[in-house]
């Protein structure tokens, strides 16, 4: 009969297992919150009805999840709290900075992220003093792949990290953004050339902040103005990346 010792690699590894399939159910819920239902998930994340309904049931259970009287899923107050202490002091220590590239971009849209799961999350936003802007709501998520800000966090990860990552993507579509996320690397800088909204460019910088926080800063723009602009906000960019905000 084997011992407790043994058997403690399997218990482990069915635990990581856990694990992972909540952060990605919790990622698919943040992606979409208040729209997915019971079904929806488990179809996302392959899991057969009953796996997919322990999961979800425990996630609710502990606060991590809610669910509506119509059975759709957003996220729990707990991890909310969690979130929006964490947000808020990224958010403090960077506003400083952000406020310093919407005034050298002459009053476009600064976005402040943080990598959360494949998503970035919105933390904080100075918005464009045009009247046509791009505006992206504080506490949404927006995919790596087709975001600025994404690509830049993408190219300031491990090697090991960003192609976990990439390689969930198709195969074409993986080969595309790790030949864009080696230009990134090069470069210093991630452009979305109305990729994720048509008519909306922008340009992007990440790197690993307070808390080992992978975090970036964003300027999106209609993008005739972009491309007018578009040398003036990469060198704001560039001047915030060398601000103290990341060391702290």
Known sequence: MPSSGENFPAARDEGIQVLRRAAAALDEIAAEPGRLRLVDLGERLGLAK?????????????????????????????LLGY????????????????ERVARATEGETVDLSVLRGQRMWFVDQIE???RLRAVSAVGVRFPLESTANGKAALAALEDAEAEAA???????????????????????????????????????????????????????????????????????????????????
């Open 50 to 78: 009953s796996t997919a309904r322990r999961l979800l049931v425990g996630l609710v259970e502990v606060g991590l999840a809610s669910v509506d009287s119509q059975g759709r899923f957003s996220l729990g107050d707990r």
């Open 83 to 98: 979130g929006n202490s964490d947000g808020a002091h990224i958010a403090a220590i960077f506003r400083p900075t952000i």
């Open 128 to 130: 464009s003093s045009h």
């Open 166 to 248: 990439i390689s969930r993507l198709g195969s074409k579509a993986a080969d595309r953004l790790r030949a864009e996320v080696a230009e990134i690397r090069r470069t210093g800088i991630a452009f979305d050339r109305d990729q994720h909204t048509p008519g909306i460019s922008a340009a992007a910088i990440a790197r690993r902040a307070v808390g080992d926080n992978m975090v970036a800063i964003s300027v999106p723009a209609p993008t005739e103005r972009f491309l007018e602009k578009e040398q003036r906000i990469v060198a704001a960019l560039r001047a915030a990346a060398e601000s103290p905000a990341w060391a702290r």
